[in-house]
């Protein structure tokens, strides 16, 4: 994770137009590369590229004018790009590769809906956290020896999550937070949002970073279909068939520990977003309003979308946010853009946004009591 360090000597290279995300990873980049005795022709930099209506795929580009500046000729940035939903991420031997990255990703995004759905109740602060990083480093140690061992493993961190010890009581108001993949599984590069709208008396759910991998399999398919390329076709629903399988199967191992309903499949996510963005419009935008509008279903009390500032979808989906809101029974929303610097008027708007939402679980009675086996 960047911080404070990292934004510092990135801005030294950047004039304060590039998206934050840019300056936060670039930060790290060379952060890695000026570590004493550090090697940059053993160093590569994994950057992927994009097609769509966003500036990401500029990042490598300009990742690798700034290495070239600076003398790092010799350090590779890997760019595998979304074309064919990053097939070629590891060239001979891609197809394992991906698919034991996938399940890694299905691991961790069900482990963080274990955390977030126990920390606001533990009665032991940090116990969830530690038990989080616990068996995310067994989810670890499991990829790293081909992941036939990941399902007992989430199995297990889900019947350890289950006995944490919890206040008993009513529910809080579930906040969803979407928006732009990076910066929402980011905390420092979201100015720590998860942390304080749980001080601020929430429960949180994360749009889970898989479902940008799936949507990326769907654009390889609808691509190739354009296209009329037989063979794109097939390797794009052997990816699609290969995640759906993997990913639920990872999915049955937890069932009975986290609230399944949250999932929103991708025919749903496409559905709930149609009035509000076309569903070729390839980026953020699709995902942010196709999750919102199924985890509405799912009886959560409020919508943060989190963007990087000047951010063109995510400037999209600011201006739309309000039909959706009046669309959908005037569920809070808050739009947040941010590029890294102090802002009181953020902590400010998220209290006023939770008093909103904590009217909105009242008033709707979602604050029943919590089943305690979940």
Same mark, same amino acid.
């Given at each position: 994770?960047?911080g404070a !360090?990292?934004?510092?000597?990135?801005?030294?290279? +950047?004039?304060?137009q590039?998206c934050?995300?840019?300056?936060a &990873?670039?930060?790290?980049?060379?952060?890695?590369?000026q #570590?004493?005795?550090?090697?940059?022709s053993?160093?590569t930099?994994?950057?992927?590229d994009?097609?769509g209506? *966003?500036?990401?795929?500029?990042?490598?580009?300009?990742?690798r004018?700034?290495?070239d500046?600076l003398g790092?000729?010799?350090?590779e940035?890997?760019?595998?790009?979304?074309?064919?939903?990053?097939?070629?991420?590891?060239? @001979?031997?891609?197809?394992?590769?991906?698919?034991?990255?996938?399940?890694?990703?299905?691991? +961790?995004?069900?482990?963080?809906k274990?955390?977030?759905?126990?920390?606001?109740?533990?009665?032991?602060? @940090?116990?969830?956290n530690?038990?989080?990083?616990?068996w995310?480093?067994k989810?670890?140690?499991?990829?790293e020896?081909?992941?036939?061992?990941?399902?007992? &493993?989430?199995? %297990?961190?889900?019947k350890?999550?289950?006995?944490?010890?919890?206040? #008993?009581?009513?529910?809080?108001?579930?906040?969803?937070?979407?928006?732009?993949?990076?910066?929402?599984d980011n905390?420092? *590069?979201?100015a720590?949002l998860?942390?304080?709208?749980?001080?601020l008396?929430?429960e +949180?759910?994360?749009?889970?970073?898989?479902e940008?991998?799936?949507?990326s399999?769907y654009?390889?398919?609808? $691509? %190739?279909l354009?296209?009329? $390329?037989?063979?794109?076709l097939?390797?794009?629903?052997?990816?699609?068939w290969g995640?759906? !399988? +993997?990913?639920?199967?990872?999915k049955n191992?937890?069932?009975?520990?986290v609230?399944?309903?949250?999932?929103? #499949?991708?025919?749903?996510?496409?559905?709930r977003?149609?009035p509000y963005?076309?569903?070729?419009?390839?980026?953020?935008p699709?995902?942010?309003?196709?999750?919102?509008?199924?985890?509405?279903?799912?009886?959560?009390?409020?919508?943060?979308?989190?963007?990087?500032?000047? *951010?063109?979808?995510?400037?999209?989906?600011?201006?739309?946010?309000?039909?959706?809101?009046?669309?959908?029974n005037n569920?809070?929303?808050?739009?947040?853009?941010y590029?890294g610097?102090?802002?009181?008027?953020?902590?400010?708007?998220?209290?006023?946004?939770?008093?909103? *939402?904590?009217? !909105? %679980?009242?008033?709707?009675?979602?604050?029943?009591?919590?089943?305690?086996t979940?």
């Amino acid at each position: 994770m960047p911080g404070a !360090y990292e934004i510092e000597i990135a801005r030294k290279q +950047t004039n304060g137009q590039e998206c934050f995300p840019f300056v936060a &990873t670039l930060g790290s980049f060379l952060k890695k590369l000026q #570590e004493p005795g550090g090697d940059p022709s053993k160093m590569t930099f994994f950057m992927p590229d994009h097609n769509g209506p *966003c500036r990401f795929g500029d990042y490598n580009k300009l990742h690798r004018i700034i290495f070239d500046r600076l003398g790092y000729f010799e350090a590779e940035i890997l760019t595998p790009t979304n074309d064919n939903a990053y097939a070629e991420i590891a060239p @001979g031997k891609s197809g394992k590769f991906r698919l034991n990255a996938w399940k890694g990703i299905v691991a +961790t995004d069900l482990l963080k809906k274990m955390v977030q759905e126990k920390r606001p109740y533990e009665k032991v602060p @940090g116990s969830a956290n530690k038990l989080y990083q616990f068996w995310l480093n067994k989810v670890i140690e499991s990829l790293e020896q081909g992941s036939k061992t990941l399902p007992k &493993t989430l199995e %297990s961190a889900g019947k350890e999550f289950s006995k944490l010890e919890v206040f #008993e009581g009513k529910r809080k108001p579930v906040i969803a937070i979407v928006g732009e993949t990076f910066m929402r599984d980011n905390p420092y *590069c979201s100015a720590f949002l998860v942390e304080k709208l749980e001080a601020l008396g929430a429960e +949180t759910i994360m749009a889970p970073f898989g479902e940008w991998l799936i949507y990326s399999s769907y654009r390889y398919f609808r $691509d %190739s279909l354009w296209k009329g $390329d037989l063979k794109g076709l097939f390797k794009s629903k052997v990816q699609q068939w290969g995640q759906h !399988y +993997t990913g639920n199967k990872l999915k049955n191992a937890v069932k009975d520990f986290v609230e399944m309903e949250t999932e929103i #499949e991708l025919e749903e996510m496409i559905k709930r977003s149609a009035p509000y963005i076309h569903k070729d419009y390839d980026g953020d935008p699709v995902a942010a309003f196709g999750s919102a509008g199924g985890l509405v279903q799912a009886n959560i009390s409020g919508i943060v979308y989190i963007m990087p500032f000047t *951010c063109m979808p995510g400037t999209l989906v600011a201006s739309v946010s309000n039909e959706f809101r009046k669309d959908h029974n005037n569920i809070p929303w808050e739009n947040i853009a941010y590029d890294g610097q102090e802002d009181t008027n953020i902590d400010s708007r998220l209290q006023a946004f939770m008093h909103q *939402c904590k009217s !909105y %679980s009242k008033t709707n009675k979602f604050d029943k009591d919590r089943e305690l086996t979940i």
